[in-house]
């Protein structure tokens, strides 16, 4: 193929599996003038895997606001540039946004090349509900804040997607539990398409036991998935303040709301601070 002069390529590569990337990727990445990689030495072993040897340049998180204009310019010369991340669809929790816009404000075409995404991969295999999802990215990496925002999720009716790096993830699936409820449905996808993959599924109470004790399940390239809040999960708050309500009156707000929790299975933090 010979690439359109002055256009963006944005090009999904593979998450794990080299042979993922598509025949039209590896056509689109020998045409264009220069690659644009989140990280060059990760990119070139996929690359020269294909026989693609096109020339590569480096578009990371610490210096895209510089190199996008530079990049633009190519583009603006008549140079086809694709984009590329170290994995999965450029943007999606990766470099290239400002090059995106930057380039779309120039007038420049972009086109994507679709091809694996971890969020998507997750959701197609998670056994929960897939019509309507919502993809959070990454947490914060603070506790305090972490669960800050897991309470602001927990009233979400979508299933939602998280991705987590490998020494968090057990800290975060015990906030979801506390937060969302041992109850809840989650899934863990880990490794997708590499030689180790897992997709454990089972309610957030047990899932978060069973990564805490096994460090296997703590390595890796981790995607959350946690079911939305439907009506059985409404059912259980309700009851869960019933209960607390009741309790309360005897005790501690604190040991009320652990107490009916248990007896409940409502999340402990809706019922505290209710």
Not at 77 to 103: K, Y
Not at 119 to 141: N, T
Not at 154 to 160: H, K, P, Q, V
């Amino acid at each position: 193929m010979s690439a359109p002069l002055g256009c963006l390529w944005v090009v999904a590569t593979p998450i794990g599996h080299r042979d993922d990337l598509s025949a039209r990727a590896i056509e689109t990445l020998r045409a264009v003038a220069v690659i644009a990689a989140e990280d060059t030495r990760h990119s070139r072993p996929l690359l020269l895997h294909h026989n693609i040897d096109t020339p590569l340049i480096a578009l990371h998180e610490h210096n895209e606001r510089d190199a996008v204009e530079a990049i633009v310019r190519r583009m603006q010369g008549g140079e086809a540039v694709a984009l590329i991340s170290d994995a999965g669809t450029p943007l999606i929790s990766d470099p290239g946004f400002r090059l995106v816009r930057a380039a779309r404000a120039a007038g420049i075409r972009c086109i994507p090349v679709p091809g694996a995404c971890a969020a998507i991969a997750a959701l197609s295999v998670a056994g929960l509900p897939s019509d309507r999802f919502v993809f959070e990215g990454f947490l914060p990496p603070k506790a305090a804040a972490r669960r800050s925002r897991l309470q602001e999720l927990a009233g979400d009716a979508r299933t939602l997607i998280f991705y987590e790096s490998s020494h968090r993830v057990a800290e975060s699936l015990a906030d979801m539990r506390d937060v969302f409820g041992a109850g809840r449905e989650a899934v863990l996808a880990r490794e997708l398409t590499k030689l180790f993959e897992t997709v454990l599924g089972e309610p957030l109470g047990l899932l978060a036991a069973r990564v805490t004790a096994d460090p296997d399940q703590q390595r890796g390239e981790c995607v959350i998935l946690v079911a939305g809040r439907g009506e059985e999960a409404d059912a259980k708050l309700a009851e869960g303040r019933r209960v607390f309500a009741i309790l309360r009156e005897e005790l501690p707000p604190a040991k009320a709301a652990k107490l009916a929790a248990a007896i409940s299975g409502a999340p402990r933090r809706a019922l505290y601070e209710s």
